[in-house]
């Protein structure tokens, strides 16, 4: 997904609200005319608010009055129904711009908070509370590689590599990465080696046009995070052949790819491909480090019993 389709996408959403609010509207407006002595206090006091407009002079305080009289009469017949004049209006998502997505030639907020929301529907983030202001670590060598990663992303030019052992929160600085990705704006899709492998076979099986789509769509992403890179089953032709394209095609087309894994560097090299090792590991492109200590999720503290 391009900028562009993603900002058709979103105005086509915001329409969609728009299209809703006026429609609910209209539906009550309808239900209320049904009333013969709503829709002729309301005709009454639109026509006041006509001559009021139209009026000058001397003329106009004699139009105020009869104004008043009219819209008092109307807000009665409104309070009998539990109503105000705010309800007859449509209630709109975003009362900055009425769901137009704009005001005057400016973007509206909410036309970006909805590309925000697509971008994070499309990219497989599963959890939106990862984020660098949560990430919390007292070993002064991983804050130092927290901090370098959170660089990477701000400076979108670098790939990342992390290694460490399990429960070092490598997932949770995967997690962290693409959420602030997302928060600037970027096309990220994150997977677990695991269903990324998953997605190469179904690509090795489908026919041609299903298999570039889906190369299509790892490829064009801003930033690609495989997490837990080595826990996948290595099937043969397929792994390391797909693995290898999808991260080459990116680096040429100067897009970040991020990988986490559990594998030392030596391991990295024999279970895949020399030329993915090579390309990964290229210390002019790829921030490469590794996060120390024991396995946080063993030595988390048990929770209290409630009862
Ligand atoms: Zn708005």
């Known amino acids: 997904m391009n900028r562009q389709q993603l900002l058709q996408i979103a105005q086509s959403k915001i329409a969609e609200k728009r299209f809703y609010a006026e429609a609910q509207c209209d539906?009550?407006?309808?239900?209320?005319?049904?009333?013969?002595?709503?829709?002729?206090?309301?005709?009454?006091?639109?026509?006041a608010q006509v001559q009021?407009?139209?009026?000058?002079?001397?003329?106009?305080?004699?139009?105020?009055?009869?104004?008043?009289?009219c819209k008092a009469e109307f807000d009665k017949i409104l309070a009998d129904l539990n109503l105000t004049e705010q309800d007859l209006r449509p209630k709109?998502?975003?009362?900055?711009?009425?769901?137009?997505?704009?005001?005057?030639m400016s973007a509206c907020n909410c036309l970006e908070?909805?590309?925000r929301n697509?971008?994070?529907?499309?990219?497989?983030?599963?959890d939106t509370n990862c984020t660098f202001e949560n990430l919390s670590d007292s070993n002064a060598h991983?804050?130092?590689?927290?901090?370098?990663?959170?660089?990477?992303?701000?400076?979108?030019?670098?790939?990342m590599l992390i290694t460490g052992n399990t429960g070092t929160g490598k997932t949770t600085l995967m997690l962290a990465c693409a959420n602030l990705a997302v928060s600037l704006g970027k096309n990220v899709l994150f997977y677990t080696?695991?269903?990324?492998?998953?997605?190469?076979?179904?690509?090795?099986?489908?026919e041609l046009?299903?298999?570039?789509?889906?190369l299509n769509t790892l490829t064009d992403a801003d930033i690609l995070i495989i997490d837990d890179l080595g826990t996948e089953i290595v099937y043969k032709n397929v792994t390391a052949e797909y693995l290898f394209t999808v991260i080459n095609e990116r680096i040429a087309r100067k897009k970040q790819t991020f990988v986490s894994t559990n594998l030392s560097l030596q391991d990295f090299r024999d279970r895949y491909d020399e030329r993915i090792f090579s390309r990964l590991l290229d210390q002019n492109t790829t921030f490469v480090a590794k996060l120390e200590g024991s396995d946080k999720r063993l030595t988390s503290k048990p929770k209290k019993s409630g009862n």
């Open 142 to 159: 991983n804050k130092a590689v927290i901090k370098k990663a959170r660089k990477v992303i701000e400076n979108g030019q670098q790939n």
């Open 27 to 47: 539906s009550l407006l309808q239900q209320l005319r049904n009333n013969p002595e709503y829709k002729r206090c309301e005709r009454i006091f639109r026509m």
């Open 209 to 214: 046009k299903l298999k570039n789509d889906i």
């Open 118 to 126: 697509l971008l994070l529907t499309a990219s497989n983030i599963i």
């Open 52 to 69: 009021y407009a139209m009026q000058d002079g001397e003329d106009k305080s004699i139009a105020k009055s009869q104004l008043d009289k």
């Open 193 to 206: 080696a695991y269903n990324l492998n998953s997605l190469f076979l179904e690509a090795h099986l489908s």
């Open 92 to 104: 709109y998502s975003c009362t900055k711009c009425n769901d137009t997505g704009h005001i005057g």
């Open 113 to 115: 908070t909805e590309m």
